[in-house]
């Protein structure tokens, strides 16, 4: 795919001479961005522009090309890339819209497109889309103009399902000043998607931050295998959260893990720092400028009280601790602040009187604190007065910050005609305030220790998953019965109390004799949903003759009789089948924590035991399996092993649609887990 | 305090013909903002200023003086503020820093400063502050010299404990082109205080809203008091947050309620808005520079089919509803967007071809749609070409939204060179991104709702606070025993069951006798904390023999024989004393909702019936009373006025420190409730 981004000639298809035509600015954009390849020009008028000639036809062109750009109406494009394919042409990138997203018409045109892609080993960009921009070697390809006065170029590229997006990214990007090295706006998708650029970025040595913008994901798997794969960072806003999930609710999976949970979820497994909106995204950028932040301890220094108090808060928010600093730094400290009312802690209030050379130094000073991992300095700067000073503080922290490897957190607020200026001095990052920096930042540290404990455990592989058709399991899809169910679980060695399908009372003697009491009878007839409110279950039968009583106005016609589990904390293990990211599954505390609370952990299955671990700690409620108010303690192996085996059978049996373990009881340590009633619909 | 911001005459103390002299920026600060009353200059050096004389002592001045400004050694204050007093000045702003906050050794001049101004009548701002800017008559006292030229006259005042943050604040606001009334930076508060000028900006015509900046509060009733009877926003923040409160642990209601959630409750309580950050601040005066959002229908106009997906996500995140448009609306945005992709849906996406006319219209169409209560417009236009209509568009919606008397957002993320051309077009509010946005429309709503609450439902009047001696007890602080926390409920009529205190088994037996059984035991000796644990409690105890057996063992030496309380849903009420809040009152759902969760409601005591209704709507776990799964019905009526007496309890017994009744039992409908274990530590 590199081709797609470094090509040695790039022909653009729809060019004239008409001042209006849109296609004369794909071809001033790669002139004002310097593209050094060879340039050809083709629309059917002919003619010439800033004296190339406009071929009339693609096969006038009779050298190699390796990539064209389309931006002629759409109902002309399959003819076009026919004969680009026949010419060897192996790249394309197709700006026009008027394909599927005028409505369903077009679909005829998609498929004609994908299938002539496909039969030339054509990849495409698009359609519909503002196209490719590689600032290395000014691939410039929007049909708007941009101009390289604001564009540097930098570590930063950014992938987009929309055209707006990216426009916005890229003009709150480089008013900060920061540089970008390659933005796709992705259009359609018909061909090219979000992981296909992705796995090329991770590959790419210019790039070293990557942002996604998506509305949809095409492959969630591939996208979760991708970013566990790299240690660039990877932040993505994953929008059009709002859409209403229509799932059968009488399942608690349904209600406690909506499609966006899943995205959340699954985005965090891996590494990916989701982000709400685009001036966190951009924030992340400007962190991942700076060294990353590799621990939680923080130096702030400040120009004024409120903001260091300010900024106190905000780490302590964010998690960062605020040490006390040596006794050495506060005497130079001291010793600096001339007007002598500063309070000797972390944060440091250095006075407002400004003095270049001593920010400097104490700024130098913190960083070379032991134990420091960073150091934010908000700096309330006077306008006019400290404007030129202030832009050799910025250097300083620059250097330092590289220097020692530790992220310098600067923050200002400068007048309106100075705003840019500021943030313009040098390339970078510059902060409004502490609360959005530092939100930033534990985004860095996330990062740090996500690739550290990465090194420390074999990488998890999140294989391409397609759901197992419905005629596998020789059934309608449906509500299985709790013979079935509980079958399933024990062959995944799930364990579950002792059970055996009876139709009647002699049967459910016969089994309970064998079985042992107490056991509890159910109804198995899978119509029942509702067993409890229904009076379909009854507990603690601890005879024959209980046993005959409790067959009394019990519904259905199949019972389940089951041993009683024993004492211990209720958990419940849901599961259910992602449309973007295929099996998952749920944990939470029992009863209410799920019930009222709504409150799961979501994994992408299959897990690692040490996922299964993460998930138990995870739970909001997870005090209770620790052994909560003198409570017994908790076989919380046995629990891991439950959770990691239940993601096998998820991941193995794609039919299931959701699933219900609920309650599992944990027993006493050494103990086991017991699955005591269980639903799947499939 | 009117004089304080509107004085006739004005005398500056502190100036010389030195250049570097900061009491000249005073003077000259005067005169850019075309102070037009008298102005008299003292400096020791005397000499002459801008065509002024500087008098070298203030007994020269023999005119009447309104207002004094210091800009003098601290040392020097007490004397020259005593001479002021002689002359019959009534108001002083005391610039000057060195006071305590140099340390304890300056307290005397604190003390000195106060008794002085008590003697005398004098109301004075500061110490160690920038002090006030009014910008409606040029009275601007600050220090550092201000450019006019940036500020903009405006309904917005601000109020801050920082100098810095006034500062900050003051720069962000005038980015935005948008202006401001009164600016006070408060200093040491020595005599005046937030409240004293929130009382004013409240009474003050030219203020519409109010921004506070606080690291502590003076007086947190009369805040909330001062709050709850204005109509005008007053937007807070309250940092600080992070001091470790260091309260008895042992009960739940010191981790439950810590100082900041107090803090958070209490605001929220009157309608006063907390935010976080100074963005946040900023977003809230925008949003109350327009018309307020009067219900949660929102129309969301867009250019850019990406920032619709993102805005619409925002707008449910912050619980906004986007009902479709009618026929008639559709019919013309289908007409005049040309480029014929949009969806016809709400958001709408409108398309990136620029047409101000049909923008203006669209927009104007979507103000007049039935039940619309306010539009947003993400309007991500291209840099350059689109900027001089651009601005017309902004004028558009300004017009309109008076008009219409509904908000209109424009948001937008020009380039860096026209970012502030386009904030400061005209005086209207401009925002980046939807998200940041919503969150601030949210709070316009949340307003508008609070106001018109509080025309259907008397006021709360939060009275001022002293808490009552210790020696009014005759006890020495620390746990009270049950039977004496039984005794208080009582006489509060908050239902106990039927208890005897008995020192004895056979006490104990004579007293079940006439209680009747089943009944509790439970320790009486106050030594023992942890009752439960202790095994200090024996429930459901059915006969004379049970009783017997459960004195086995039991420590103390006295015990409390208890009727049980009968089946019902238990939940939490408890109480503390707030350094700066006074009494508040604590509810939530019992068990994990209190205990893992720490999930409570907490409200400044005493409480109306319906603010004890909102408290059970918000408790997190509050559909259990409410009848849950089945369950019983529960006497919310009962529990509504139980609440209200223990917070009468808490407020007329300002000694009690922490109160935990643990639990409550509510009982089925009409059947009331019942304290069945309390503490009290006073």
Known sequence: MKKLFYPESIMVVGVSETPTNLGRNIVENLDRFHFKGQLYLVGMEGGNLNGRKIHARIEEVDTKVDLVVFL????FIPEALEVCG??????AVIESGGFSEFGGENRRLDEQVVEIAKRWNIRFVGPNCISIINLE??????????????????????????????????????????????????????????????????????????????????????????????QKPVVVIKSNTNTASNQIARFHTAALAGDDEVVSSALRQV???????????????????????KGPNLAVLSRSGGS??????????????????????????RKGARAGVIQMTNPLDLGDMFDLEFYREVMHRALQEEGIDGVLFSYAYLSGIDAMTTKHLILAAKEFSHFYQK?????????????????????FPIFTEPEDALKALSISLTHYRTIVARESHPRTRFEPFTPKAQENTGRL????????????????????????LVKDHEEAVQSAKIIGYPVALKTADSRVVHKTELGGVRLNIGDHHELKEAFQGIPGDRFLVQRMAGAGHEVFIGGKYDPEFGPVILFGMGGI????????????????????????????????????????????????????????????????????????????????CQAVDARIFS
């Open 593 to 672: 924590f799920v019930e009222a609370l709504n409150d799961v952990i979501i994994q992408v299955a299959p897990i690692t035991e040490r996922e299964a671990g993460e998930m138990i700690d995870g739970a909001r409620g997870s005090v209770l399996p620790k052994g909560f108010r003198g409570g017994i303690k908790a076989d919380l192996d046995a629990l891991r092993q439950c959770l990691v085996r239940v993601s096998r059978l998820l991941y193995e049996h794609g039919e299931i649609q959701q699933l219900d373990i609920n309650p599992l009881v944990v027993l006493a340590e050494g103990q086991g």
């Open 137 to 230: 070697n000014g691939v410039v390809l929007p049909f708007v103009l941009l101009d390289p006065g604001v564009l540097a170029t930098g570590p930063v590229s950014f992938v987009a399902q929309s055209g707006g997006i990216v426009n916005s990214i890229l003009r709150l990007w480089s008013n900060e000043n920061l540089g970008v090295n390659k933005f796709i706006s992705m259009g359609n998708k018909l061909n090219l998607d979000e992981n296909d650029y992705l796995e090329f970025l991770i590959s790419d040595q210019g790039t070293k931050t990557i942002g996604l913008y998506l509305e949809s994901v095409s492959n969630g798997r591939r996208l979760m295998d991708l970013a566990a794969s790299s």
């Open 86 to 91: 026949k010419k060897g042409i192996r790249y």
């Open 271 to 293: 590494g990916i720092h989701r982000v709400h909106n685009l001036q966190e995204m951009i924030n992340a950028f400007k962190i991942f400028d700076l060294p990353l932040m």
């Open 407 to 427: 992220p310098v957190i600067l923050c200002m607020i400068p007048n309106f005609d100075e705003w840019f200026m500021m943030r313009r001095a040098t390339d």
């Open 72 to 75: 002629i109406p759409a109902p």
């Open 308 to 333: 260091a108090v300010m900024a106190a808060d905000s780490a302590a928010r964010y998690g960062f601790r605020l040490q006390p600093f040596s006794e050495d730094f506060l005497q130079y400290a």
């Open 477 to 500: 899809p449906g509500i299985q019965g709790p013979g079935e169910v509980f079958e399933l679980l024990r062959q995944y060695e799930i364990p579950v109390p002792a059970y055996r």
